[in-house]
């Protein structure tokens, strides 16, 4: 089955810096990778997607970019803000199998002012 | 639409006791998930079903869980009998299946505690 590695398990910026988490995966035919958020206590919630058929993606400070020959992807996050503080969890998805979604093991992303 | 409802939010429970946690979809969904998140072990796919049927329980511990989905707006996971290992957050989460993107909507959760 499909394993999604997540690096770093945590992440502290100042504010205004750039975040940078990176996932790798291991079965090629995974085709959707979702990123999503999950702040204390909430559930997670998607902030970006990227499909296979695109190198990269962005969506105001938040920027995803995917290399399908390295099996890897990356989130970028510019000009961190405190809001921006909480766990990240990258997936990968192969659609045939109706949405399932492998998720890496999260990053605590801390912002601080 | 109100999202994907779980119930309850919160149990606490004593080991051996029986727990049912209960979701509805989001109306139109046809693939339902339910996930198992701690912090050990992050977050798991326990089991996930498409158009009311189980296609993958191979996340589901043991014997001791169990997950039906008689109708398109319900599902159910239960625990007979309950361990003290089994506390954590249990996710339900609904997408709209092969015909979709495989964005997950996910519920609040329901944080279950087994003393």
């Known amino acids: 089955g499909e394993n999604v590695e997540q690096h770093p398990s945590t992440l502290s910026v100042q504010e205004g810096d750039s975040a940078v988490i990176k996932c790798t995966y291991s079965?090629?035919?995974?085709?959707?990778f979702p990123w999503y958020k999950q702040e204390l206590g909430k559930r997670p919630q998607l902030i970006i997607d990227?499909?296979?058929?695109?190198g990269e993606k962005k969506d105001q400070r938040i920027a995803v970019t995917l290399n399908k020959t390295a099996k890897h992807f990356s989130l970028h996050i510019t000009e961190t803000q405190p809001e921006d503080s909480a766990v990240y969890f990258c997936?990968?998805?192969?659609?045939?199998?109706?949405?399932?979604?492998?998720f890496g093991d999260g990053t605590t992303l801390t912002v601080k002012p | 639409d109100a999202g994907v409802i779980q119930s309850p939010r919160h149990e606490v429970t004593e080991m051996g006791q029986e727990v049912t946690l209960r979701c509805k979809p989001i109306s139109g969904h046809n693939s339902l998930f339910w996930y198992r998140q701690t912090m050990m072990r992050g977050l798991e796919l326990l089991i996930y079903f498409n158009n009311n049927v189980p296609i993958d329980d191979s996340g589901m511990p043991e014997d001791r869980f169990s997950a039906k989905m008689p109708n398109a707006s319900f599902s159910t996971l239960k625990i007979q009998p309950s361990e003290p290992r089994d506390s954590a957050v249990y996710f339900c989460?609904?997408?709209?299946?092969?015909?979709?993107?495989?964005?997950?909507?996910f519920g609040e959760g329901s944080r279950l505690t087994v003393l």
């Open positions: 990227i499909r296979s058929n695109v």
């Open positions: 997936a990968a998805t192969f659609n045939t199998n109706a949405g399932k979604s492998t």
């Open positions: 079965d090629s035919a995974s085709n959707y």
């Open positions: 989460a609904s997408s709209l299946g092969q015909a979709s993107t495989g964005e997950l909507f």
